[in-house]
Structures are given as structure tokens and as C-alpha cells.
């Protein structure tokens, strides 16, 4: 069992180190982010009497593309499906349990180490965290979110046959999760409609933990969005492994 | 006939025996009451038309599928019952690829190897021996998407070999492949047979390789099995001269493709609409 969990983290890990291209193209995205919204936002938030905004921003792309790198790793199954190395694993005499758990966690690290990359260039924009403490505690919301995310792609390939279902999962759920999470904006004193919304959605509670933990600047506290971040992971890792274990060829 | 000397060898022993073998998807009957038994140590061919059920069957086999009805048992163990035990016992060689292209030669090796629990200490010699045996030793290191198709082709079937299996399944390994290349794999393959008294248990639609390789054979057709026996007895019940007649006078000369197609085309809907 922790053999076949870890030859598959490593495998991911392989994969991901060898996707050069991959990875450039992860750190495109927040780079252009953190230019875009950090620096052209920030004379206005500034002016609303909010403060700095890049470094209320930063957190919230470092969610972002541990969200983008987690679910992507996650719904990579359906490309182990389409290629045909997914018959490989299902067929070993190991449990699909444990695939589902290797994939899963291999799929978070991979994301972690995609966010603290975006962690350090974001010392460049005038980043400066307050502690080491707040560091590593930062890490702890996010490996939640990674786990979350990574386990949740899972989930939703286990149900899916191709990647056709790719464009509607990435318009109708990851981006709908990233743009109403908080990542962008405070989420004091909003409409009803969004501020329902907001809470809602699982990744408000990562990114304001993780906001708290390298910011100071949390909506909820840290324990609640600990908690929550915490039980989402063990649920979706259950439901992902009960999809996966349905999975037929 | 020497085919049969591994079989002869181990009179009494069975490597693979089905009996009553059915898969129904909703109306439709894909495997219809299928009962056979492989003998420990031979070739066995396994023919039909496209959509035939061949790949049904060896999904039920290798436990990759549940049967709606009917019992496996394979090397003495109950496949449904007990499918991690059962998959310790063969290799398979599934019909479109299955390694991981953004691996090297010796990694996709190493994963089968953890994954089939084979001791750290055997990985390495094991592995070795098996890439030597489809010649591909010199590219161990290598990226599996530098390979040509001849060369997954025998990759995979070193991989099925690394936990050492007693029974090798082989849905089509040969399609695809140029004349050289498919050769080079038969001789593999026989010579797995032959030194290792390995069961071999293959389809194919090239008629002219079951018949130089396989010891029995059996036809399916429309999920039934329509003949079965050795090659000779196959020609003499069908008085033809080769096996590719004996096979089209058993299965008929209609092209399969538009029906299979169908068939295919319901899986998939309800593969869609669970």
C-alpha cells in the first residue's frame, strides 16, 4: 500500500519537473496577475482608504495557482485514461485506494511547490512576511488548499471519459471558485447576493486563512477557516476515492 | 504436436477456466454464456470478428471487469473473489498502449515492479533481465516517447514479465506493427513459452500468426463461442485448408464493422448516460 502510494506521488513529481514548459507557464499567469491587478488596482484601493493591495493581492494568487496546479494535476487521470496508462495502475494488485491517495497528494505537492514559487516572486512586488511562523503557516492552508483541490480534480475525472467536459469544468467551476473566493477583493461590507456566494465557496475559507497567516489580514478567523479547510479535504478525499474505485475501463 | 509438451508435462493442471462467463449491458448481451479452459503451459488463441466480445472477455479475466454472471478462476484462484491475488499471477499486454510516455524505459519498469510488490532488492536484476529479453537493455534510460511503436510493443510485454507471471495475456499485440516487428514479437513470445512453460492467451486478427503460434484456439462470435480446438481439428471439422477459412466458414463473410460500431456506440452512450 505505501509503496504503491509513493511510486505514484513520485511519478507525478517526475512528470511535473520534466514539464518545463508546464512550469513556466504556471508562473506566466500570477506574474501577469500581480502586475496587472497588484499594480494597476492599487491607486484606487489605495485612495478607498484600504491600504496597500498588492500585498493584500499576493495571497490570493498564490491560492490561485495552487488552485489552477491542483486541479489540473487532479483531472490529469482523464489524460492517464485517454493514453491508456490508467489500465496500468487499475490492474496492479494494489488498492485503488491507494492510487487515488499517491495521485492526490502527488498532485498537492506539485501545487505547493508552484505556490511557493509564486511565494518568492512575490518578493519582488514588496513582499516581506512577518515571521517564519507565519510562514509555515502559511504552508499549512497551502497544502489544505492543494489537497483539496488535487482530490476534488480527481473526483470529477473519475466521472469523466475524455476532455471534452475540460472547457465546462474550467469556465463553470475552477474559474467561478478563483473569482468568487476573496482571492481578489475584501470581502467586508459586500452585496448580499456575492457575499452569500462567497461563502459558499470552499477556496474563501484557503485563501483567507492563508491571507491571515502571511498578511495579518483575515475576514474569518484562522481557527474557522482551519476547521473548514480541514473538513473539506477529508470530504472530498473520501468522495474522490469512492469515484475513483467506481472506475471502470 | 509440439505445442502440447508443456501440456503434456502437467496433464491434470488448468491455468484459466471460465464457466458460464456472461456480460450483459442493459439489453444488450456482449459475453453469452461462455465456458472454456486453457491448459497450464500452452498458446491459446483467442478469434472473432470485431465485436465479437474478445476484449469483454479478457476484461472479465483479468478482473478489470465484474461479469454479470458465471465464475473465473485463474491458476487455481477465483478472479471476482479474490482479483489482487489473481492479478499477482499474470501479465497483461492490453490492446492500445499503456505506458507512460514521459517516463524512461527502466522507470515504467520500476513502477510495475513497487506496484506488483516485487523486493527492492530483486528490482534492478529482474528489470535488467526482462529488457534483455525484448532486446531493449541498451535503452533503458531513455524516454518512452522516443520509442517507436515496435519498441513500446516489446517494452510492455518486458513489464508484464518483471512480477513473474505464470499466465501472459495479449489482446492484439501485434496490430499495428509492421511485418519485421510483429515476427521479432511472436518469437518473443514463443520463446516465453517455451523456456518459461508460460500460458500464453492472445487474440489476434491475423489468422496466419494464431496459426503458427497457437496451440488451441477458440472462436467467438456475437459473445458465443462458436468453435474451439486445435488448429487441425478446427480445418477438418470445417474441411478447409486454412485457418483463416476454417474461421471466415465459421463467423461468415459479413464485415462486422457497422454492427460493432453500434455496439460500440451504445457502450458509449451509456457510458455517457449511467
Redesign the interface.
Known amino acids: 500500500m505505501s509503496g504503491a502510494v509513493y511510486v505514484m506521488w513520485l511519478r507525478q513529481l517526475k512528470r511535473f519537473w520534466r514539464s518545463k514548459p508546464r512550469v513556466i507557464g504556471g508562473l506566466a499567469q500570477p506574474l501577469l496577475f500581480l502586475f496587472a491587478l497588484g499594480m494597476g488596482f492599487g491607486p484606487v484601493y489605495a485612495a478607498a482608504g484600504q491600504g496597500d493591495y498588492l500585498q493584500f493581492l499576493i495571497p490570493g494568487i498564490i491560492a490561485m495557482s495552487i488552485l489552477f496546479t491542483a486541479m489540473f494535476n487532479g483531472i490529469e487521470v482523464i489524460w492517464d485514461r485517454q493514453f491508456g496508462f490508467l489500465k496500468e495502475t487499475l490492474v496492479a494488485p494494489v488498492s485503488r485506494t491507494a492510487i487515488m491517495l499517491g495521485k492526490t497528494l502527488g498532485g498537492a505537492t506539485v501545487a505547493v511547490l508552484q505556490g511557493i514559487v509564486v511565494l518568492c516572486l512575490s518578493l519582488l512586488f514588496g513582499y516581506r512576511p512577518a515571521s517564519v511562523g507565519s510562514v509555515l503557516l502559511g504552508l499549512v492552508f497551502m497544502t489544505l488548499i492543494a489537497l483539496l483541490f488535487a482530490s476534488f480534480g480527481i473526483a470529477i475525472a473519475s466521472k469523466m471519459r475524455d476532455m471534452h467536459g475540460f472547457q465546462l469544468i474550467m469556465n463553470f467551476l475552477i474559474m467561478p471558485i478563483f473569482f468568487l473566493s476573496g482571492a481578489l477583493f475584501p470581502l467586508d461590507g459586500l452585496p448580499k447576493a456575492i457575499g452569500t456566494v462567497t461563502t459558499l465557496d470552499p477556496l474563501t475559507y484557503g485563501v483567507d486563512g492563508l491571507r491571515g497567516a502571511l498578511t495579518g489580514l483575515n475576514h474569518y478567523s484562522l481557527l474557522l477557516d482551519l476547521g473548514v479547510m480541514a473538513a473539506l479535504v477529508i470530504i472530498t478525499t473520501l468522495i474522490g476515492a469512492y469515484l475513483f474505485s467506481k472506475v471502470e475501463l | 504436436m509440439d505445442g502440447y509438451r508443456h501440456g503434456a508435462e502437467e496433464e491434470q493442471r488448468t491455468s484459466i477456466v471460465a464457466t458460464g462467463l456472461t456480460k450483459r449491458y442493459g439489453p444488450l448481451v456482449a459475453v453469452d454464456n461462455i465456458s472454456l479452459s486453457v491448459p497450464a503451459g500452452v498458446v491459446f488463441a483467442f478469434l472473432g470478428p470485431n465485436g465479437a466480445g474478445k476484449s469483454t472477455c479478457i476484461?472479465m479475466f483479468?478482473?478489470?471487469?465484474q461479469p454479470t454472471a458465471g465464475d473465473i478462476t485463474l491458476e487455481g484462484i477465483d478472479v471476482a473473489k479474490h482479483?489482487?491475488?489473481a492479478?499477482?499471477h499474470f501479465g497483461?499486454v492490453?490492446q492500445?498502449?499503456?505506458?507512460?510516455?514521459?517516463?524512461t524505459a527502466y522507470?515504467n519498469m520500476?513502477?510495475?515492479a513497487?506496484?506488483?510488490?516485487v523486493p527492492k532488492q530483486e528490482r534492478e536484476r529482474r528489470i535488467d533481465k526482462a529488457l534483455r529479453v525484448v532486446d531493449l537493455e541498451d535503452r533503458r534510460k531513455d524516454l518512452v516517447k522516443t520509442f517507436s511503436g515496435g519498441m513500446k510493443r516489446r517494452l510492455e510485454i518486458a513489464?508484464s514479465l518483471v512480477h513473474h507471471p505464470n499466465v501472459l495475456f495479449l489482446d492484439e499485440p501485434t496490430t499495428g506493427l509492421d511485418p519485421q516487428t510483429r515476427r521479432n514479437i511472436w518469437e518473443h513470445i514463443k520463446q516465453l513459452n517455451r523456456e518459461r512453460g508460460m500460458t500464453i492467451f492472445l487474440t489476434t486478427h491475423y489468422m496466419e500468426e494464431a496459426e503458427a503460434i497457437a496451440d488451441i484456439i477458440a472462436i467467438i462470435d456475437h459473445g458465443r463461442i462458436v468453435a474451439q480446438g486445435t488448429i487441425s481439428e478446427l480445418k477438418r471439422r470445417t474441411k478447409t485448408k486454412t485457418l483463416e477459412e476454417a474461421f471466415l466458414k465459421l463467423t461468415g463473410k459479413d464485415i462486422r464493422e457497422e454492427q460493432a460500431s453500434s455496439v460500440d456506440r451504445m457502450r458509449?452512450r451509456r457510458?455517457?448516460h449511467p
Not at chain 2, 492500445?96 to 517516463?103: G, H, I, M, P, R
Not at chain 2, 513497487?114 to 510488490?117: A, D, E, I, Q, R
Open positions: 476484461k483479468t478482473s478489470l471487469l482479483p489482487h491475488r492479478r499477482k497483461i492490453f492500445d498502449q499503456s505506458l507512460d510516455d514521459e517516463l522507470e520500476e513502477f510495475h513497487v506496484l506488483y510488490g513489464r458509449m457510458r455517457m
